[in-house]
């Protein structure tokens, strides 16, 4: 091979000698050969892939930028470089007489011009490539081609200078054209074409038109550091995201494969259970031939389906314990796998790589040890090996960052990609389902567990490369010392089952864990829906002790975890000491001859500290593995539980009658007791259609059936048309009047006017600051009962349904304006009237205008006619028309037209928030009508004192102790390496093997090997110290944070979303509790050690002291310049999950309505929007975390090449233990410094979590509960009133609400309280309970000042039935009685007292009986029987009705109205009043108006004085009833 290269050259190809003196350099056969190939041959592999881009059939027309042409010309001068090269050699063959040219003075220049010509059309190729701005492979070509050629530049110029004249001139003179064209080339390859489609985006994001060198060294990004560093970023700031990274992209790739895989699981699962009910499938009874009863089909296939699902649930525990889980499973992970195979690929090939370069490091640092060692070497070979560690450790730094940037992302869009499939499965779930999937569970999937998905996805590739790298240490470690290795290996396999066994335990615990975070989310997002209730009925310290005990549980579970990480930690960090020290001690053992010297000590050291990396990093991704099994099985569990029915209700538009159910059973879940039975119906187009019955006879259930929304056991459905759904409870959106009107809908003014006005809302307009532009709050807080179900029912109107399914619309709203709606929108005259419309209600009133009645007894259909039939009939039903038409015509009889107001007995709950825009009970703002104020993001450097807070938190004694304990741990690490520096002096001492005492031996072994352990102990010991203080801080942030939270006043939930309260409780306290107790453990331990590789560099080097300082100087400044940007990104990204949780949270409390209208692809748009906002900011953190680490890299590169550097300087003056020593930890310096800097940024911005719980633990608090001055344990014993004065307002900047109430009100007297939208009801009412505090003036009780005493003990004393009733998650009798004061006997007769004994007699769990959340297995009657049987309970002599019997039937209303006039006989009642005939038998009426008390007399005085009440009755229909009768 060598001689035909030879001839091929025409001279020696290879000569040694060459490098055997002090000016080194190559051959002219290697510099005309294997320097010309290497290029030409990257550049013509490369070209494949540009070249595809030509053979597009409709490339982009792009113009020719000036760029371009100069490129094309420099390539294009190149080629007839080239030419006339080949043009020179073949003229002086054919013209001269001389010796004929060598074979490659053809060939080079041949391949020349046909490689020149590929990079002309390789330019081409990239400029039609969409959105391409320059090539890499383009760019690398030009730089290798430019790093050759500097050999032949170099030995031409010496050659030229040593003859004193130039020898071949053309050649020469082509040769150095050709090279500052190929430098001008470089140069211009690292510009950026970007062209004109791509500068507009460019603004948008920089990446785009970033090129290829740009894009490696992440500078692109320098714009946004730099105004980071000038001022704090705020989300506008933040760049758009590349169109792959999207959320939309990411989730419809991953739910098209997530499709498929989860079919296939429910094909194994489905074959799996087939093959076990073979296996225990009884043998038929012969006896038996399933038809000896006479029980119908439907109810054998009814019970047997319970029968299977009980049993079923009874084999779920016993499945999982055999590893066979009853639902699909092991899908999951094959489907993000697949889903994101290119980027598994691309970092896997760039990860290996970066391993494969770290082990050439040791490499050349044992050349370097050798080269200190032979003084006869030449110097430029020191030179070389310094030059070759700089070169290799910033290519390995380049690999590194690539990997770790598309490892990030990855991790950034698998968590993307559960959230929204989290969101997207939550609006298809079937009703089963849902109450099987709590919020607080959806929540945490969304939260903890997609978290947990992206931080194993983060380092994924470690499950290959950490083994990799042990085994290529391993086997480097063999090549320096031999079979002693296999010592080290057994140590490492020894380690495996340990390991085993504790992941397994981890398991466990993490579990138990997960369980209990679930429970804790779950009950709080109960506690922050119902807080109201909670503060009324002074339940706040019973609720916040249950999830305290939830808490402890969780933090036990905690402990545990962080026991085994600790033991973990000891093991794996003595597992480096423990091999190292087998290895050496077995090496010097076996063999006298077996010296350690410096170059075999500390090339396997550095292979050891390479090793130390892998098995450090297996115990956090094994622990993070196990956390990871857990998420999927929940997810896993939950992603594939049962879908809506969509084919449940048929859409056949053939079929005469618009609803049509034939003989339908109905049930809620698949096992469940049928709720409506044998339910056959025909409703044709344009019919107004009644649904009436008792409280609980299944007339929501009906129209959810007709809704599918629930579980169809026989028979069919068919709805023709679009749907429009008013739920009985209704549904308002955290958006602005308008919006929650149009639900999406196109603007349309004049219709919206119309609707508007049929919906009674004017007046209401004339109130809000913003009118239709007013915010709503969230669940809408700022509106009352009535008003919110008039605008859902707008929102129904405006959207011009077929089909409108109304369920008890107007029982939250006043008899009179129910009366207006039903004439103007749902009756026979109204805008609804050429629609179908069925309507639940308890309104009697109504009925004789419907087309037809459906009856509903106990979910069966028992009559269905006109009124006129009904009426004829002479049945129940008209037996109880016959007794309450009576009284509900006295309520209603009137003229719509005397309705000016239209609002009489509705009011605000927070009357004066939005009176008008001076006075808007919110947090300030610009905007008008905006109640809901952005979350206000802290900006600039964390506070030390936040710092000092976790400390403090933590207890000094255990923070000062666990960095006592690692400081002690370096110091044993400096001792350690020193020791073995002077032990390989040894080899010096004694150069034969046998003249090495063994005494000297064996003490070498025994203090290198206890400086080892002791350092695993130490490790230990600090990891449990500071285990136990992150537990404690834990536990007092939590605590702090739920205790102030419960504390907080009603104005703070009332312009504070859930979402963003929930987000603490779920993000920032998992920050707390999991992310910053191991961020700090690793600044700690990486602080310390990089003080102690610098310690150890200047104790070698000292002149190293001079290198070190502006480095440091240099990192100091860049750090600071980065951490401006990293930690308000942190911030940013922090802040903008809160939005995607409060929309999933209002998404989900409204999936009825949401699916009824059709409209889930417009939230899952929305839930695009919002997690884009926070991929925005995770993607800019990931960003900015490469940003500064490729730069930090350079630095620790420039400390090796420095210390390396100095090696061969003072080669002569230092030995090579030394020098060995400080090069080896030299080459970790980078890793150390990488990970500290990205501790610290991480640390900084974990930080930011104490820093939000610390706000939210510091929110201003209501007064005390509990004061000094205690009231009588029987006060109030006469319940006597007296208001004196009283002014109130929501803040010290707002205006009155209350205007100077001054009146008595006696003992045991029954006042009823009216007033006009805004009067002041509801607020008079809140000062009562001190939901709002006295600005001047005072209430008396008893004589005694309210405001001097307690909350609870005020409150406890005073009784409310709300108008919503709210019930918890938890038994019927935590929900009657949660502090557990009154026995089974007394709850049982309040319920008797509540008319639901029979009722709760009949469930088979009785009082124990589980309430689903938010009580959803009860209908709305039967909640607000359960909040009077609350009230009966408490029976105080103060009682205040807030339309307590909206939502039940009339017979209902009667029973309730006896039972509380005769309970509460003795008691002081005060009512407000929605519909005026509740109050007309009071002792008293106060008018309100303005805040101020207009009329306060018996209701005869002032009907008799005309004035105010008189008003509102004669508006009521009251006076024409009377006047009638």
């Known amino acids: 091979m060598s001689i035909t290269l030879d001839e091929f050259c ?28 290497v290029p030409l041959g990257f550049l013509w ?180 550091v730099i105004k980071g560093s000038k001022g704090p970023l705020v989300q506008e700031d933040m760049w758009e995201l590349n169109e792959k990274d999207t959320s939309r992209y990411i989730s419809q790739e991953f739910e098209e494969i997530m499709g498929r895989e989860l079919r296939k699981a429910c094909g194994r699962l489905e074959k799996w259970q087939n093959e076990k009910n073979k296996k225990s499938r009884p043998k038929p009874d012969p006896d038996q031939n399933g038809m000896t009863t006479g029980i119908s089909q439907d109810v054998l296939v009814m019970v047997e389906r319970r029968e299977q699902e009980h049993q079923r649930k009874n084999e779920v525990e016993k499945n999982e314990e055999d590893g066979h889980p009853n639902y699909p499973h092991s899908w999951l992970m094959l489907s993000i796998a697949k889903t994101f195979k290119w980027v598994l690929i691309e970092s896997a090939f760039f990860k290996l790589l970066q391993d494969l370069l770290a082990f050439v490091s040791p490499q050349l640092l044992k050349l370097l040890i050798g080269f200190t060692q032979d003084k006869t070497m030449y110097a430029w070979w020191g030179y070389l090996y310094a030059s070759l560690l700089l070169v290799v450790a910033g290519i390995q730094s380049v690999f590194l960052q690539q990997f770790t940037q598309r490892c990030f992302k990855l991790g950034m869009s698998v968590h993307a990609a559960i959230i929204a499939a989290v969101y997207k499965k939550a609006l298809s779930l079937s009703s089963g389902a849902r109450r099987e999937s709590t919020i607080g569970q959806m929540v945490t999937l969304m939260s903890a567990d997609a978290q947990c998905f992206q931080e194993v996805t983060n380092f994924i590739h470690l499950l290959w490369s950490c083994p990799l ?141 390479l090793l130390r990396a892998p098995l450090e990093r297996l115990p956090q991704l094994i622990s993070a593995m196990v ?74 259930s009906l129209i959810s059936a007709l809704l599918g929304e629930m579980h169809s056991l026989s028979g069919s459905i068919n709805v023709k048309g679009s749907v429009a759904y008013v739920p009985q409870q209704a549904w308002i959106q955290n958006a602005t009047l308008k919006d929650n009107i149009l639900f999406g809908s196109g603007l349309d003014e004049q219709k919206l006017q119309k609707v508007v006005e049929a919906c009674a809302l004017e007046p209401d307009l004339e109130l809000l600051p913003g009118g239709l532009e007013t915010e709503i709050g969230e669940k809408g807080t700022n509106l009352s009962g009535g008003q919110k179900q008039r605008v859902s029912l707008a929102r129904a109107v405006y959207s011009a349904a077929d089909l409108y399914l109304l369920d008890d619309p107007l029982s939250a709203v006043d008899s009179h304006v129910g009366k207006h709606l039903f004439e103007r929108v749902i009756g026979p005259k109204g805008l609804l009237k050429e629609k179908t419309r069925i309507l639940v209600t308890h309104g009697i009133s109504f009925l004789p205008y419907m087309d037809e009645i459906i009856v509903l007894v106990d979910g069966v259909v028992s009559e269905v006619g006109s009124y006129s039939s009904l009426r004829a009939s002479k049945g129940a039903f008209s037996e109880f028309l016959d007794t309450y038409a009576e009284e509900e015509n006295r309520e209603t009889l009137g003229h719509s037209d005397m309705l000016q107001s239209r609002l009489e007995g509705e009011d605000h709950p927070v009357d004066s928030i939005l009176k008008n825009p001076g006075q808007s009970h919110v947090c300030s703002s610009n905007r008008v009508g905006q109640l809901i104020e952005k979350e206000s993001v802290q900006t600039g450097q964390v506070k030390f004192s936040v710092y000092l807070q976790y400390l403090r938190a933590m207890g000094w004694d255990y923070a000062t102790m666990f960095v006592v304990v690692y400081f002690i741990q370096n110091v044993a690490f400096i001792g350690q390496n020193l020791w073995l520096s002077d032990w390989t002096n040894d080899a010096v001492k004694y150069p034969n093997g046998s003249t090495y005492p063994a005494h000297i031996r064996d003490m070498r072994i025994g203090v290198f090997g206890a400086l080892g352990v002791m350092q695993g102990f130490l490790v230990f010991l600090g990891t449990v110290l500071l285990a136990e203080g992150a537990i404690r801080a834990s536990r007092s942030f939590h605590t702090r944070l739920l205790s102030n939270i419960l504390r907080a006043p009603m104005l703070f939930f009332d312009t504070t979303p859930s979402g963003r309260v929930v987000n603490r409780f779920a993000k920032d306290i998992f920050t707390v509790d999991e992310l910053i107790p191991t961020t700090l453990r690793m600044v700690i331990l990486k602080l310390l050690e990089l003080m102690a590789t610098l310690v150890i560099i200047c104790l070698a080097v000292p002149l190293f002291i001079v290198v070190v300082i502006p480095i440091i100087a240099i990192y100091h400044f860049v750090m600071r310049f980065y951490l401006a940007t990293s930690r308000q990104l942190r911030r940013l990204d922090s802040v903008s999950l809160s939005p995607i949780y409060s929309h999933f949270g209002e998404t989900v409390s409204g999936l009825s309505v949401i699916r009824a209208y059709g409209h889930q692809e417009r939230f899952l748009e929305r839930n695009r929007i919002t997690i884009d906002d926070n991929l925005k900011c995770t993607r800019s953190l990931i960003v900015s975390n490469r940003w500064m680490a490729i730069r930090l890299e350079f630095l620790g590169n420039l400390v090796v090449f420095f210390s390396a550097l100095s090696a061969v300087l003072y080669r002569d003056s230092m030995d090579s233990g030394l020098i060995g020593l400080s090069v080896s930890y030299a080459l970790n310096v980078t890793l150390t410094l990488n990970t500290l800097v990205r501790m610290t940024s991480m640390l900084e911005t974990h930080i930011v979590s104490v820093e939000r719980v610390k706000e939210y633990a510091e929110i201003p608090n209501e007064a005390p509960w509990i004061t000094e001055e205690r009231p009588p344990d029987d006060w109030p014993a006469m319940g006597r009133l007296r208001f004196e004065e009283y002014k109130a307002r929501y803040r010290p900047e707002l205006e009155l609400v209350l205007h100077g109430i001054t009146c008595d009100i006696k003992s045991s007297e029954k006042i009823g309280i009216v007033g006009r939208t805004g009067a002041g009801k509801s607020s008079l009412t809140n000062c009562l309970f001190r939901i709002i505090e006295a600005s001047e003036g005072r209430i008396l009780i008893d004589g005694v000042d309210i405001a001097s005493l307690g909350l609870h003990d005020l409150r406890s004393r005073l009784t409310i039935i709300p108008q919503d009733p709210v019930l918890f998650s938890g038994t019927l009798r935590m929900n009657l009685d949660p502090f557990e004061k009154f026995g089974d006997e007394e709850v049982w007769r309040v319920l008797e007292l509540a008319h639901l004994k029979d009722y709760v007699g009949s469930l088979p769990a009785g009082l124990q009986h589980e309430v689903s959340e938010g009580g959803e297995n009860l209908s709305v009657g039967q909640r607000q029987l359960l909040c009077l049987a609350r009230a009966l309970l408490r029976k105080s002599r103060i009682l205040i009705l807030d339309e307590a019997t909206a939502a039940v039937d009339l017979e209902t209303d009667n029973l309730i109205q006896d039972t509380i006039r005769r309970e509460f006989a003795h008691c002081t009642v005060l009512t407000i009043a929605h519909r005026l005939h509740t109050i007309m038998d009071s002792s008293r009426v106060m008018v309100l108006d303005a805040g101020k008390i207009v009329e306060f007399d018996s209701p005869a005085t002032l009907l008799q004085q005309q004035k105010h009440f008189f008003a509102l009755a004669r508006e009521a229909g009251i006076i024409a009833g009377m006047t009638a009768l």
Not at 206 to 222: D, K, M, N, Q, Y
Not at 671 to 700: F, H, Q, W
């Open 10 to 37: 025409g001279s020696t190809f290879w000569n040694a000698s060459f490098l055997d003196r002090p000016d080194p350099d190559l051959p002219v056969c290697v510099e005309r050969t294997v320097l010309v190939w």
């Open 45 to 224: 592999l490369c070209s494949p892939w540009n070249m595809a881009n030509l053979f597009r059939r409709t490339p982009p027309r792009t113009p020719l930028s000036k760029l371009y042409i100069c490129k094309q010309i420099i390539v294009f001068l190149l080629l007839l470089t080239a030419i006339s090269e080949l043009v020179t050699t073949f003229v002086e063959d054919h013209a001269t007489l001389k010796e004929k040219n060598p074979a490659v003075l053809y060939v080079n220049p041949s391949v020349s011009v046909v490689s020149w010509t590929l990079v002309l059309v390789l330019q081409e190729a990239v400029k039609q490539t969409e959105r391409a701005v320059n090539s890499g492979s383009l760019f690398l070509f030009w730089l290798l081609k430019v790093i050759c050629e500097i050999f032949p530049f170099q030995t031409m110029l010496r050659e030229a200078l040593r003859q004193g004249e130039v020898a071949d001139g053309p050649r020469f003179y082509l040769f150095y054209l050709a090279y500052g064209l190929q430098l001008t080339a470089l140069v211009l390859s690292a510009i950026a074409d970007v062209p004109p489609d791509v500068q507009h985006m460019t603004k948008r994001n920089p990446e785009v038109g970033a090129s290829f060198l740009s894009r490696i060294t992440f500078h692109w990004f320098t714009r946004m």
């Open 469 to 609: 790298q042990i085994a290529m240490a391993t086997m480097f470690l063999w090549v320096e010392l031999g079979p002693s290795v296999l010592a080290g290996l057994l140590v490492m396999v020894l380690m495996v089952p340990i390991n085993g066994l504790l992941a397994t335990r981890a398991k466990s615990f993490q579990a138990k864990s997960m369980m209990h975070k679930d429970k804790r989310m779950k009950m709080l997002n109960e506690t922050l829906c119902g807080i109201k209730i909670l503060k009324l009925y002074t339940w706040e310290s019973s609720f916040e002790s249950q999830l305290q005990d939830i808490r402890e549980q969780e933090l036990k579970a905690m402990r545990k975890s962080a026991y085994m990480t600790s033991v973990s930690t000891f093991i794996f960090f003595c597992a480096p000491a423990f091999v190292s020290l087998a290895t050496f001690a077995v090496f010097v053992s076996v063999s006298p001859d077996n010296i350690l010297d410096a170059g075999k000590a500390f090339t396997s050291i550095s292979l050891f500290n």
């Open 627 to 700: 956390q990871m099994t857990v998420s999927n099985r929940r997810l896993e569990r939950f992603l594939s539980r049962d879908d809506l029915d969509e084919v449940g209700v048929h859409q056949d538009s053939s079929r005469t009658a618009i609803v049509s159910v034939t003989d339908g059973v109905f049930a809620w879940e698949t096992s469940g007791e049928p709720v409506l039975k044998n339910v056959s119906l025909d409703v044709n187009p344009g019919r107004l259609v009644a649904v009436v019955g008792a409280v609980g006879s299944g007339k929501s």
